[in-house]
């Protein structure tokens, strides 16, 4: 059985509620795809609308606790010691697709410190959830990272810049020394999954630039609780503030670190 402590109670209340009326989006959606205006304007306001959910039922449960959301940024608590990282829909462009590779993500922080994770889609029921020193797990079921120690029968996931962001080349040049080595490469356009995906060993490594605090805080939590290993691209732990992320089992992480330092563009 998954260990739930009394946040991470708290937290699924508040993901399957807010997932609820994505869930019907998500239907909704497969009309507005037709449509001339396109489903833009509909998902920013299913954005919103989730993160102003989540806050409501977070605040009704932990009144006084912090906030940083990607839609409404940084909410001061009274209580300084806690706050609430949140990614409305993590995978949007997946979402406003019609691709059920998404996910509410929220992490909890106590005194700068992860301690719950949430990663939730509430399409597919998929629920990844961890929480500090009691492990991560996958609906009712512990994970542990993938067991392989060789690049060669790997999958590895990233995530690469679309239109108008930087970093274009780099990503093809990681993408080609990685490809080259290993099994296959996967982009699924959720970050919060790909993590999650790590945590359950279906992915072997991610790797990805520029993400934000709220794609990956919960992410972060889960793949640690799985026994994996998680840093920057240095070989840091400045993830949340430098935006970039590694991870994988103890094995492959030094090969995966290697390899990305090496790459030039
Ligand atoms: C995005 C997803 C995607 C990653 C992008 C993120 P959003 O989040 O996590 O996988 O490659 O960098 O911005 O915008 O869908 O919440
Ligand atoms: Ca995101
Ligand atoms: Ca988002």
Known sequence: MAYLSPALNVMIAAARKAGRPLIRDFGELENLQVSMK????FVTSADKRTEGILIEELTKARPGYGFLGEEGGVIEGKDKTHRFI?????????FMHG?????????LEREGHLVSALVFNPVTDDLFTAEKGHGAFHNNKRLRVAARKELGPSVIATGVPFMGKEGHARALAEMGAVMNVTAGIRRMGAASLDLAFVAAGRFDGFWEHGLQPWDIAAGILLVKEAGGVITDLNGGEQMMTNGQV?????NLHPQL???LKSTKA
């Open 99 to 107: 691709i059920p590779q998404f996910a509410i993500s929220i992490a």
């Open 86 to 94: 949140i990614d409305p829909i993590d995978g949007t462009t997946n």
């Open 38 to 41: 396109g489903p833009a304007d």
């Open 257 to 259: 670190l290697k390899l």
């Open 246 to 250: 590694l991870c994988a089992n103890e």
